[in-house]
């Protein structure tokens, strides 16, 4: 009898372990150059927390990214000789839209610009949002490619 009871106190508590786990979803894609090319490069990954990671691209540009549920972060996407990007993920109301483990997924691919030759080139704000609707978890996307002059953004800041 103390076995059994033992037994299902283990039982319990790893299903309620489970059941209150962090879920995530997984972020995946391909950096891509304008020339049809995939190149090496980093990603930082920037939390609402303050805490930053960096992981690098592969040769074949793939990168495969983990974010909690109800979290925010933003990715910045780096190479050398090309614009750097950001793209903020808003992974609150992203459940019921996951309701499987397996389809906790998103796929999306990102395309560099060459920098100019004077590397003064930069996009405005975040280059795309991600977030989820309420209720339904249905994904919306925002673009926003705005491009400034770093010269330009620094006289402006300093009048």
């Known amino acids: 009898m103390k076995a059994l009871n033992l037994l299902l106190t283990a039982i319990l508590t ?30 930082v990954i920037d939390r609402a927390d ?9 040769a074949n540009g793939k990168f495969k990214i ?23 993920v808003n992974t609150v109301n992203s459940f019921p839209k996951f309701k499987n483990e397996t389809d906790r997924t998103v796929r999306f691919d990102v395309q560099l610009l060459p920098q100019s030759p004077n590397n003064d080139l930069a996009f405005a704000a975040p ?15 925002h673009y926003d490619h705005t491009l400034v002059t770093l010269a330009q953004e620094n006289v402006t800041a300093s009048r």
Do not use: P
Not at 14 to 33: R, S, V
Not at 50 to 58: E, M, R, V
Not at 66 to 88: A, C, M
């Open 14 to 43: 790893l299903a309620t372990g489970a059941l209150f786990a962090n879920k995530q979803i997984t972020f995946h894609g391909q950096i891509e150059t304008l020339d049809g090319g995939y190149r090496k490069g980093m990603v």
């Open 50 to 58: 303050g805490s930053t990671d960096s992981l690098a691209i592969t």
């Open 66 to 88: 983990t974010v909690e549920e109800n979290s925010r972060v933003h990715l910045t996407f780096k190479q050398d000789g090309y614009i750097t990007k950001v793209v903020e």
């Open 127 to 141: 280059v795309g949002h991600i977030t989820f609707t309420k209720g339904s978890g249905l994904m919306k996307v």
